[in-house]
C-alpha cells in the first residue's frame, strides 16, 4: 500500500464521519537469500537414542563427545557444551568459576533426573488432615524445630541461587542439579513452615545466625558446599532419621522422610564434589579442614545459643525432662555419626578426632 | 501457655537449667489452624492473620522469615532489602504453588521414542532453534537467582517463587539440549547469547527486561509451537515450555503492576529499561536475534514454510512475521497491564511498526 493512500473507516455510531487514517505503513522486510552456513558447522553427530523405562535421561543425551567436560571451560558467555561456538561471542560474561574442580561431581546428572523423579508436592501429597490436636507444650515445641528447619532452608536456598551466575556453561550438568536443590530448599521452607501453622501452635523463635552467616560469606564455591551439603544437611539427615521419634502424625512422618530423601540427594552431590575437588587439588586439603573448623565453629555457636530449640528438643523427645535430655544427647550423637561418615565418604578421613571442641563439647553435653 | 503447665515442667527433675520462656511468653502469634482447601495447603491458606500481614517497609534484614520470633541479638546481613516493592508481586504465592503442582519430566513427559525422522534441512533446523534456546534458558535462572540473597524472609514467597522459576529454567536447557541430540543432528551454531540480561543492576530493572520483555517475547513463541513443531514430540515441548513461560511472566507483570501502583515515580526510569530491550540505544536488540535476522530466524522460517525452496521460504518468513507481530502486540498488552500504555507511542519504531491499532 503507498504512502499517499488512506482509508475511509466507517461513520461512528453517533453519525459523525470519523477522520481518514492513514494507511499501515508494509513491515519493511526483505526476505535474505538461503544461508544455512549455521547447518555446515562440523558439530558432532549423536546417534540416536534408545529410550528405556527411565525415559530419554540427560546422561544418555550427552554420548560421545557430548558427554565431555574439559578441566577449563574456555568461553565466556552461554556457548552450550558441544555447539560451535560464534565467531562474535558477545558480551562477555561475569562468571568466576570456569575450572571443572570448582564445582564438578561425577553424579550431577543421574541426581538432576532422580531429584525430578523424586519431587513432592507438600500442598497436595502431606496428609495434613492426620494431624491431631497436641499437649499445647509439645506443639509449641515442634513447631520451634520446624521453624528452625524452614529457616535453614531459606538460607541455603537464598545463597545457593545467587552463587549459580558464577558458574560457567561448560558444566551445565551441575547447575541443572543444583537448580533441583534450589527448588528442594523451597519446598522445604514452605512444607515446615505449614505445619507449624496448622495445628493451633505458630512459628517459634529465629536461629542465632551464625551459622547462616557463614553460608552467606562463602568465598568459594565448595566452601558453600562444606557449609550446606556436608555439615547442614548431615545434621538435617540426622535429625530426619529420628523422624518417627519425633513425629506425632502420619503428616510429621511424610515431613522428614520427603526432606530426607531430598537431603540424601545434597549429600550425594557433596560427597562426589568434594571428592573431585580433594582429588583434583590435594594441595587444598588444608582449605577443606578450614573450612570445616569454621563450620563447625558456626554451628556449635547456634546449637550453644539457641535456647527455644534446644529445650524445644528436650520436650519434644522425651515425657519427661530428665528422658528429654537423654535422648537429645543420643540424637546429637546420631547426627555427628551421621556427619563424620559423610566425610569418611567424601575421603575426610578421621574428622572425630580433629572435631572443633565447640562442636565436640555441645555434642556431649547438648 | 497454661501456667500451671510451665509450673509442672519447672519442676521436673532436671529442668534446672531450662529457661522455658520461650514457651511462657511467645513472641510470634500462637494458636493458628489452618486447613488444607481444595488445592490442598497452600502459601496463601497460611498467610493468614498476622502472618499474612506483609509490611510495605521492614528492618528484618537477617534472614528471619515473617513471623517468626526475632532475637535480641540477631545478626543483620545488610544486602537485603528493606522494602516490599523492591521484589514483591502479588501473584508470587499462587504462581509458586502452580509451578510446584505443574513440575514435569523432560525424560518421560516428552514421547521421545514417537520422533520421526524428519526432512534433514527441517531437522537441521529444529536442532539450531533449539541450540538457541539451549543457550539462552538458563540465563533466565541465572539472573533472577541473582537476586534472592536479597529477598528479606518478611517477602519468601518471593524467593520461593524465583526458586521455582530457576528450577523450570533448568528443565528448559535440558529439554531443548536433548531435542538437539535425539535426531541425529545435535548442537549447531551457537550465537552471541543472552549474557546481557546478567547486566541489571535492580530487581525491577531485572523484571522489567527479563519477564516483560525476554520471557514475554520467548511466551508468545512457544504458544505457537504448532506452526513450527515438526511432530507430537515438538509439540507437546514447546507446549509445556510455554506452560513454564506463563508462570515467569505473570510474576513479572504482577511485579512491575506493584512498583507503577506504589512507586509511579519510577515510570520513566522503566521505560529506560525497555528502549534498551527494545534496540533503541543502538546495541542490538535481544528480541531481534529471535525473529528479526540471523541463524535463528532462518531456521525458524524454514520450519514455519517446511522447506528451503523459495516457496517454502516465503511462506516461512511470512508466519515469522506473524509471530513478531503476535510478540510485539502481547508485550503491548503487558505493558498496558502494569501502567506503561504511553510505551505505545515510545516503541521502537520496527517494533512500533507492528503493532494493532489501540483497543477503545
Known sequence: ?366 | MKPELLQELKKEPGAEDLDLSWLDEPAAKRGLRVAPGKRGLTLEDIATDSYGDIPATTRNQSGRLRGSAPRIDAQNTPKQWPSKAASWSESAMLLYEEAVQRQWSSAKDIPWEQMPELDENLEMAMSQLCTFLTQVEFIAGDVPGQYAPNVSGEYFEVGLFLASQIMDEARHLDVFRKRALANGIGLLQAGPGAVGLLTAQDFTEMTSTLHLVGEGFVQSMFRMGELFAQSEVDKRMFRLAAQDESRHVAFGVMHMKYVMDTEPERKEEIHTYLDRMEGQLGVGSAQAGLTGGGQTSEALAILLGGGTSEAHLNEGYKKLLAIRKRQVNEYMHRLEVVGLGDRRQRMAPMMQMLLDPPRN
Open chain 1, 1 to 366: 500500500m503507498a504512502e499517499s493512500e488512506t482509508t475511509t473507516p466507517e461513520q461512528t455510531s453517533n453519525g459523525e464521519q470519523p477522520q481518514a487514517q492513514p494507511a499501515p505503513q508494509p513491515f519493511p522486510f526483505q526476505i535474505p537469500p538461503l544461508d544455512m552456513s549455521w547447518a555446515k558447522v562440523p558439530t558432532e553427530r549423536p546417534p540416536r537414542p534408545k529410550v528405556g523405562e527411565d525415559g530419554f535421561t540427560l546422561k544418555m543425551a550427552d554420548a560421545g563427545g557430548y558427554a565431555w567436560a574439559p578441566d577449563h571451560w574456555p568461553y565466556q558467555n552461554d556457548t552450550p557444551r558441544g555447539s560451535w561456538p560464534a565467531q562474535d561471542m558477545g558480551l562477555p560474561a561475569p562468571y568466576t568459576i570456569y575450572d571443572k574442580s570448582e564445582v564438578w561431581a561425577d553424579n550431577c546428572a543421574d541426581l538432576y533426573e532422580q531429584a525430578i523423579k523424586e519431587q513432592w508436592k507438600p500442598a497436595t501429597q502431606i496428609s495434613w488432615g492426620t494431624i491431631e490436636p497436641l499437649a499445647e507444650h509439645v506443639e509449641a515445641s515442634l513447631d520451634q524445630i520446624f521453624t528452625n528447619i524452614s529457616e535453614q532452608a531459606y538460607n541455603s536456598n537464598q545463597v545457593l541461587m545467587g552463587w549459580l551466575k558464577e558458574i560457567s556453561y561448560g558444566y551445565h550438568e551441575v547447575k541443572l542439579y543444583l537448580a533441583t536443590q534450589v527448588f528442594d530448599h523451597a519446598r522445604h521452607v514452605e512444607a515446615f513452615r505449614k505445619r507449624a501453622l496448622s495445628n493451633g501452635g505458630g512459628l517459634g523463635y529465629q536461629a542465632p545466625g551464625f551459622f547462616n552467616r557463614a553460608v552467606y560469606a562463602s568465598f568459594k564455591f565448595t566452601e558453600l558446599v562444606v557449609y550446606v551439603n556436608i555439615i547442614r544437611s548431615s545434621f538435617l539427615l540426622g535429625l530426619c532419621e529420628w523422624g518417627d521419634k519425633l513425629g506425632r502424625s502420619q503428616a510429621d512422618r511424610q515431613l522428614f522422610e520427603n526432606l530426607a530423601h531430598d537431603l540424601a540427594r545434597h549429600i550425594a552431590y557433596g560427597i562426589e564434589h568434594l571428592k573431585y575437588y580433594l582429588n583434583a587439588n590435594p594441595q587444598h586439603r588444608s582449605h577443606v579442614k578450614t573450612w570445616l573448623d569454621r563450620g563447625e565453629v558456626m554451628y556449635a555457636a547456634d546449637l550453644r545459643r539457641d535456647k527455644p530449640l534446644r529445650e524445644a528438643f528436650i520436650l519434644a523427645l522425651g515425657d519427661t525432662v530428665q528422658e528429654g535430655k537423654a535422648k537429645l544427647a543420643e540424637l546429637r550423637q546420631h547426627q555427628l555419626k551421621r556427619y563424620l561418615m559423610t566425610l569418611e565418604a567424601a575421603t575426610v578421613y578421621n574428622r572425630g578426632d580433629n572435631l572443633v571442641n565447640a562442636l565436640k563439647t555441645i555434642i556431649e553435653q547438648p
